[in-house]
């Protein structure tokens, strides 16, 4: 699998797959900020979307088209997420889509629109009509970076990944580019994610895959708590791999939704990684639980925590504050069975200081932190994602509009 | 009633009670960090406290002592939270206990203990044993202001408030003293509170009041979303002023519970206000929910929010973040029939922008900040107190160990 983070890797896209990028000033100049990414032949298509009540335009208009199972392109804005700017921002994301489907040439329902942005303005309509139809007629110019580029918000890099699937007789190819950052605490979805394949899959296996898929990555990641209006996680499967179309329960199924969790799974920890003014990557990993909802409702009841993730910063393995944060997540448990590990290191020992506060702390000096967290009252187990909390959190987020 | 932060107020103890401060260096020697509280007579005793599945061991002792209705002393004590540190913490706990009441000479049932600090040491308590008799022996010499001090932790000012009570033929009088700043997201009790009265009030009508009481004030502040391990509210009411027995139903229960409710909530205000790091106190107001319940988790939903926190900090009227959060709470209603006021500005209308970016930033200025979300479904309201949140939140919770 490729990351972009050492810049070494090729992203070559799908077959059948082309991008456009360009520059429409949406927030303000200076940077590609507009992606088209589309598909030379109609394409099964699936989507999870934000649980928020409160969604963005496009997201409405997504959840919509993705009813058919089908879909071609997708045009995706940063700069603006068109969230609660009613009934001007839909007809501000079928604007988008009708000068998209116009150039390309291809059924407007097959559309997709995506924006990630600052909530609660109108879209810069005008200006970005023509950029839309511009990317349109330059489709294939770009490349998957470029696109990966152009939907960052405060991302501090961009976000692919690349990787290829065998199955008897055909070699299929997945990519998939993300975005996240802040507002991060999804639920069902996440954040924006396209995933493109060649493979041929049944819209209704695609659906599956991905809503299993999404369910032990994107949906196990939290940077602040913070559940966005714009939450879309996609995927396109154009079949130019001219396999049999996959249909669950059978091994090709198992390979494909194996990759694609195994895809998703990488980008969710990048945007752990990535998260708002983040130093670090940390798992809570939680086992000995009663069920995965309860290993799930533990891990992120850590995960969420202000004063655990300050700790993590100030690299204190400050385990009461884990404690206490176990304590108030809702499950049952008796504090004195549990084990919490800092990377290798066991620090409490049934509900206990185990005296290893040094070694803890030089745990807590990397990059790369896992907490592992054992209840002792059954057999389940769940990892969250999440990075620590900093000043620099403070400082994009109080700073973020201006 | 007397505020604490402009220092002017004389805050005399109701009849009775008497105070001592001494300087147990539990976390580190340089200032009074144990006090003892003292009613002269046994007192009715009411108390709520943390429902945090990990309770501290001060914690599990007052809840079982609190069932007789009765209590004649308190030792608190900052700098150690006396929390997760299993059978010895319990040992520890009584022998604290133990030693108040051999010197005051009182029935050692009647003792309670409250412990706020870091979670997870045990107490120093060879240090501690000598100086809570000390304390006891010097039972009077010390101020409410001298208690209120020493249960500081990261608290910026002591929170105390004094006020009078005007019942036929009497005149009462209740103190009371808080600590918060940080772990902050009480249910069912908070934090450490402790409230004297001289007023005689029948054990049942004083749990009624003072559950009822925290319920509006203490009840509704958060800092940081994370629930302590030691939230300890505790009323001692000694009857010293010799009036007849409160009970519940009678004009005089109302004056008390009435003078109560303000006083907490005048504390909870104070705590929100000294926030870790904050530069802000903030009222988030819900109407127009279909109950109380609703209102409540709409506006905790806001006030726990960290974009919406760190855009308040920033004098950025983020109203996006604030759509966004109410969008995740849990409760129904239609994003664009919603109304959104910072201060006296309406700046959302219907779920749109009202135009009024400056207007909306320029409310934000002050130290005292309101925002009112009208949700148009019901009639229903609650108000949450929290703070902004700042780089100095991180600073003070990445070192606060080391």
Do not use: H
């Not at 409405?60 to 969230?83: F, M, P, Y």
């Not at 049944?202 to 602040?224: C, E, G, H, I, Y």
């Not at 670090?280 to 939680?286: D, N």
């Amino acid at each position: 699998m490729g990351y972009t983070e050492n810049g070494t890797n090729n992203y070559e896209l799908p077959k059948g797959f082309q991008v456009s990028t360009v520059e429409a000033a949406i927030k303000k100049p200076g940077r590609k900020d507009l992606a088209v990414i589309f598909s030379t032949v109609p394409a099964s298509c699936a989507g999870v979307f934000t649980t928020n009540i409160v969604k963005a335009a496009p997201v409405v208009l997504d959840i919509e088209r993705v009813k058919t199972g089908r879909g071609q392109a997708i045009v995706v804005n940063s700069g603006n997420a068109n969230a609660c700017t009613g009934e001007r921002g839909m007809e501000d994301s079928r604007a988008l889509s009708r000068a998209a489907s116009g150039v390309l040439n291809i059924d407007d329902s097959l559309v997709y629109v995506c924006s990630t942005g600052v909530i609660g303005a109108p879209l810069p309509i005008d200006r970005m009509l023509p950029k839309v139809r511009e990317a349109c007629e330059n489709i294939g110019k770009s490349t998957l970076l470029d696109a990966a580029r152009a939907i960052m918000t405060t991302d501090t890099f961009p976000k692919v990944v690349s990787t290829t699937i065998n199955l008897p007789g055909f070699t299929g190819r997945l990519c998939a580019i993300a975005k996240g950052a802040g507002m991060i605490c999804p639920n069902m979805a996440t954040l924006l994610s396209f995933v493109l394949t060649d493979l041929s899959v049944k819209p209704a296996a695609l659906q599956k895959a991905l809503q299993d898929a999404s369910q032990v990555t994107f949906n196990r990641v939290t940077v602040d708590g913070d559940m966005s209006t714009n939450d879309t996680l996609l995927v396109l499967a154009n079949g130019t791999a001219a396999n049999l179309p996959i249909e669950e329960g059978t091994p090709e199924y198992d390979a494909f939704a194996s990759t694609l969790r195994e895809t998703l799974l990488t980008l969710a920890k990048m945007i752990a990684k990535d998260g708002e003014g983040a130093t670090k990557m940390v798992t809570i990993a939680v086992k000995g639980a009663n069920s995965t909802e309860e290993a799930i409702r533990a891990a992120r009841s850590v995960a969420n925590s202000p004063l655990v993730k300050t700790a993590i910063y100030g690299n204190d393995a400050n385990w009461g504050r884990i404690m206490a944060s176990l304590g108030y997540s809702g499950i049952v448990f008796d504090p004195y069975m549990v084990d919490i590990s800092f990377g290798g290191v066991l620090a409490v020992e049934n509900g206990l200081s185990a005296g290893k506060d040094a070694e803890s702390k030089a745990e807590l000096g990397g990059k790369d932190v896992t907490i592992t967290i054992d209840l002792k009252t059954g057999n389940a187990r769940a990892q969250v994602y999440t990075c620590d909390l900093t000043q620099e959190y403070i400082k994009i987020n109080a700073e973020y509009r201006t």
